[in-house]
């Protein structure tokens, strides 16, 4: 049987293992050299891409633009790699956690639970990893619409890029494999990241369904002779199999957060800037031009990014809220005095929330999405009062 990560994330993990960040048992050199020369590239181009910012005498506010949301997301997208490649094998572990045979379905239900995560975080790769090759494309295209922009991205460069030199061609090569490098690398973790909160929603969910028909039927009722007895052992036995479950589910929680919190954080943190300055780039432009298009998709995709984040840890929060009440709706009342402690028990566990963080700090909500947004946009009318 497939695991069901490996179904979810089959794209990702694809990706990841081109660019050396994920391998199995012991890397070879070959690929070590690839994954840190590309990782280096990627480091030099955010490094000449800020020295111009600041050298840069005659950089107009298209251009100033442009740069800033490049450095706002290459800038993340290094730090996220970083994090990555420093913490591989304990990532890789994290990733593959609910691929272990114990979390396999055991009835119709949690297949059907099983399921709908692997579609729904299939579906959400492909998006994410499509808007992204489309925004890569408008990106590296933008010279041919714009013959004063020799490149995509204005970097400092030791040596004029004369028109039809190969210097100017070598240069938008190397421009264009960064580009590419970071937007797929670092946006293919989005539905990675993501996506493994939804399993932790789903596995809260077959703990919840498997609480409340804990007998199959929710009547807990065997005959024997001319008795009708509970069985009391029995669903004993599968209400401490719910509290190993719920268990395993705060193990994950806790690795999760050790792995991805601070990724997630300095996600939000380009975010913030990149939808500013997104915004008032299209204010600057001609709604018709390719300038206006770049913005208007790069903005999409930065947004679609975090609210990824937002959307499903909203849903694991909401999930978690609700374990509770699945065990007042089993027939708790129904069991004898040791079962209903082992109930009681559990609903003392329950009483953790379950919650994902960026930094530790702050929770990832909807509400979280919002601040982001306002805080963007308070930031475009101070930059509109500047200009």
Not at 29 to 58: D, G, Q, R, T
Not at 103 to 131: W, Y
Not at 296 to 309: C, E, G, K, N, R
């Amino acid at each position: 049987m497939t695991s069901i990560i490996t179904d979810s994330f089959h794209l990702t993990i694809l990706i990841l293992r081109c660019v050396g960040l994920y391998y199995n048992g012991k890397q070879s050199l070959a690929m070590k050299i690839w994954k840190y020369s590309v990782y280096l590239l990627s480091v030099v181009m955010v490094v000449l891409a800020l020295f111009n910012l600041f050298v840069e005498e005659n950089i107009d506010m298209l251009q100033l633009n442009q740069l800033v949301v490049f450095l706002a997301e290459a800038s993340s997208g290094v730090v996220k790699i970083l994090l990555f490649m420093k913490n591989g094998s304990r990532i890789k572990k994290c990733i593959h956690f609910f691929g272990d045979r114990r979390f396999e379905p055991k009835n119709e239900e949690e297949k059907r639970i099983l399921d709908e995560c692997v579609r729904l975080c299939r579906r959400n790769v492909k998006i994410i990893v499509g808007a992204l090759a489309f925004t890569d494309v408008i990106w590296n295209i933008l010279p041919l619409w714009n013959p004063a922009s020799a490149l995509p991205v204005k970097i400092w460069l030791p040596f004029e890029l004369i028109p039809g030199s190969p210097t100017l061609y070598l240069a938008r090569f190397y421009v264009a494999i960064v580009l590419t490098y970071d937007g797929i690398v670092t946006t293919s973790l989005e539905p990675l990241i993501g996506g493994l909160a939804y399993h932790i929603t789903a596995q809260i969910k077959i703990l919840k369904y498997n609480i409340i028909y804990l007998d199959g039927n929710n009547t807990a009722k065997t005959e024997i002779g001319n008795r009708s007895t509970t069985n009391y052992k029995k669903v004993r036995e599968k209400l401490i199999q719910c509290i190993a479950h719920h268990n395993d589910i705060l193990i994950f929680v806790a690795e999760f957060e050790n792995c991805f919190s601070w990724c997630i954080f300095w996600q939000l943190a380009g975010t913030t800037f990149g939808l500013c300055f997104c915004s008032v780039g299209m204010t600057w432009v001609s709604p018709t031009s390719v300038n206006a298009m770049m913005f208007f998709v790069t903005y999409a995709v930065i947004s679609l990014q975090l609210f990824f984040y937002c959307h499903y840890g909203t849903l694991l929060y909401e999930e978690n809220n609700g374990l509770i009440d699945a065990i007042y709706m089993s027939p708790w009342y129904k069991y004898d005095a040791a079962t209903r402690k082992i109930f009681i028990t559990m609903m003392e566990c329950s009483k953790v929330s379950i919650t994902l963080t960026t930094g530790k700090i702050i929770t990832l909500t909807y509400d979280t999405f919002t601040s982001v947004l306002k805080t963007s946009y308070s930031l475009i009318a101070v930059l509109n009062n500047y200009h």
